[in-house]
């Protein structure tokens, strides 16, 4: 698990609490903040996700390419 999984998780857990908080101390406010904080954590580990995925594919393309003209130059 790397850090930013883990800072993602850690904020989607205050975010639960927060949200819980805020239902049982009728705090709108808190409450509200703790929704957003769950999905903005969400959207992050999401988005974060499909760049990492990208990134390794990238990478590997990169790699087969460089592959492919090492083996072309040697006769």
Not at 60 to 73: G, I, P
């Amino acid at each position: 698990m790397m850090l930013i999984d883990k800072v993602c998780l850690l904020v989607a857990i205050i975010g639960i609490v927060m949200f819980l908080y805020g239902a049982n101390t009728y705090s709108s406010l808190i409450g509200w903040s703790g929704f957003y904080l769950i999905v903005i954590a969400v959207i992050v580990w999401i988005i974060l996700q499909i760049y990492v995925y990208f990134q390794a594919k990238f990478k590997m393309e990169t790699e087969m390419e460089q592959k492919v003209e090492e083996e072309r130059a040697i006769p």
